[in-house]
């Protein structure tokens, strides 16, 4: 069965975009990314969709989005909520998942106060550290390899991800 090479899952801010992109490039596959898959075929921001429609439309579009790309040669990024939601959890049984860990002395110099992530535009830290606190088992939970990105620069984890996408092509 074709399937995505990785699928990045973490918390905003993780890098999960970046790298996937990075890793993607390196790997020379296409590169999807679900939050930018729906902004694409939405014609809007994410921001926009959160405030003029909810957040339980932008969750059903992602779920959309998710279970769309999971039967093709890719490197996949979710949205960070997207693996909350129990119907793309249980999409990811099977899939080699990866979950780019960060902590929020390091989350919160990566996500500044943009307004590009709705569910942050409030007291940004704080409810970064709830969320991660909330999110952490079911991240924990779905990953078949976890790399933790604190400390280390965007090149570093694009490397560190290679070399587990590499030895688990090989095993
Ligand atoms: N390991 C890292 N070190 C420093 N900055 C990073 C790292 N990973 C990502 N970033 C930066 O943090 C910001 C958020 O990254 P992004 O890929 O959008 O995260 P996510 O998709 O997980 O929310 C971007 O500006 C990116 O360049
Ligand atoms: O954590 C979340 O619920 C969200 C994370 C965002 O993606 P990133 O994790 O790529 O920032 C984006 O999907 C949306 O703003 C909601
Ligand atoms: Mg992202």
């Known amino acids: 069965m074709v399937s995505p090479r990785v699928i990045l899952i973490g918390p905003p801010g993780a890098g999960k975009s970046t790298v996937g992109a990075m890793v993607a490039d390196r790997l020379g596959l296409p590169f999807v990314d679900t939050d930018a898959l729906i902004v694409q075929e939405q014609q809007r921001s994410v921001s ?41 959890a249980e999409l990811l049984a099977g899939h080699r998942v990866l979950f780019l860990d960060v902590a929020i002395a390091d989350a919160s110099g990566r996500i500044g106060f943009d307004q590009s992530r709705p569910l942050l535009a409030v007291n940004p830290r704080a409810t970064w550290s709830r969320m991660m606190t909330q999110r952490r088992p079911a ?18 984890v694009v490397e560190e991800v290679l070399a587990h996408v590499t030895k688990v092509d090989h095993d």
């Open 139 to 156: 991240y924990e939970r779905l990953a078949t390899w976890v790399v933790d990105t604190a400390g280390k620069d965007v090149e570093t």
């Open 48 to 88: 926009d969709i959160f405030v003029v429609d909810g957040e339980e439309t932008f969750r059903r579009l992602e779920a959309d989005a998710a279970r769309r790309s999971l039967d093709a040669e890719t490197v996949l990024a979710l949205g960070g909520g997207a693996p909350i939601q129990d119907a793309v």
